[in-house]
């Protein structure tokens, strides 16, 4: 039972049930840090290897951080020393790593990558940010809710944005949990639609209601927490330019929250464009949540770590 030894790669990898475990372990995990109290060590004597394809700051600073105070040893590897699918095989780097380590978290490019390592290292391989997927992310901003509103169950959640990585494992832990989730995007940027599919079938379980949308003022109606995302991810620098335009009614300001119910929450991924896909005056509100989502990152992963590592 439990989430041991299993790969994280998707955010519908896990169930309610195990997602309210992780909630109520970081829970732990963050109250013992606050106080200062010295905790468990889940992780001694695990060696944990982290791979990056793409620049980080939270998911390398916690992920490191993670492995430290649970007591086990993080290999950090970036791209330009590994090649990853360049100077070697995916299949081959994942069948080294899996001779040394306990565990590969991977932040790759093309989430098909990740699937090729998963398939050929014994370790759990968890995804650390792929073009799908963002999970670790989407358990750390629904800890965050979870902290604030107890039970998650019909609450409503929107994402105005980029129907991308983000976005996706949004709608599919929202899903899980049964929190509402309204996803509003120009049209050509919506979410996958086999993630939706997912999302949806997932939903008629919980009886969450997810809803797509190109209206960004009508998705906000009723939010409870407002999400959103850079308009161009890594990777799509390219296109920057050409989304700015696409994009521009879809910014998360004064004028957006002004059709939301009062007491809404704002969230963010990080990192944020500010004055494009959110204003300095809303990402520096006292509603912002941006700041309790990265330092949640920290005691997420650690719950899952633990989980999947220690079995706790
Ligand atoms: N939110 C997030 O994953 O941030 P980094 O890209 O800095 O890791
Ligand atoms: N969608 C963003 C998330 C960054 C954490 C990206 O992929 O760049």
């Not at 992780?43 to 993670?66: C, D, N, W, Y």
């Not at 989430?111 to 650390?128: D, F, G, R, S, Y």
């Not at 599919?172 to 949806?200: D, H, M, R, S």
């Not at 700015?244 to 929250?257: E, G, I, P, S």
Request: net charge negative.
């Amino acid at each position: 039972m439990g989430i041991k030894g299993r790969d994280f790669l998707s955010a519908a990898d896990i169930n309610a049930e195990e997602a309210l475990a992780l909630f109520e372990l970081a829970k732990r995990y963050k109250e013992q840090r606050h106080a200062k109290i010295e905790h468990d060590e889940p992780l001694k004597g695990k060696k944990v290897a982290m791979l990056f394809q793409k620049p980080s700051l939270r998911t390398r600073v916690t992920f490191e951080l993670a492995v430290h105070e649970l007591g086990g040893y993080p290999v950090i590897l970036t791209q330009s020393e590994v090649g990853l699918g360049q100077r070697e095989a995916v299949k081959d780097v994942a069948r080294n790593l899996d001779r040394w380590v306990d565990a590969i978290v991977a932040r790759v490019f093309e989430h098909e990558t990740l699937v090729e390592m998963a398939e050929w290292a014994k370790a759990p391989v968890i995804n650390a940010l792929s073009d799908l997927e963002h999970p670790c992310q989407a358990v750390a901003d629904l800890f965050t809710l979870w902290e604030i509103w107890g039970d998650v169950r019909n609450r409503n959640l929107t994402f105005v944005g980029d129907g991308f990585n983000v976005a996706h494992s949004l709608l599919l832990l929202c899903a899980t949990l049964g929190v509402n989730c309204t996803v509003a995007t120009p049209k050509g940027y919506e979410p996958k639609e086999a993630i939706v599919l997912k999302a949806k079938e997932i939903a008629s379980k919980s009886n969450a209601q997810i809803v797509i949308t190109n209206d960004p003022i009508e998705a906000v109606r009723n939010a409870e927490a407002l999400y959103t995302d850079v308009w161009a991810s890594m990777g799509q620098e390219a296109e920057a330019e050409k989304r700015k335009r696409d994009f521009a009614r879809f910014q998360v300001n004064t004028q957006l929250l002004k059709h939301a119910p009062s007491g809404v929450f704002v969230m963010h991924c990080l990192p944020a464009h500010r004055g494009e896909e959110i204003t300095d005056e809303v990402l520096d509100a006292t509603f912002s949540l941006a700041w309790e989502q990265a330092e949640n990152r920290l005691h997420a992963q650690k719950a899952l770590l633990a989980k999947i590592l220690g079995g706790d």
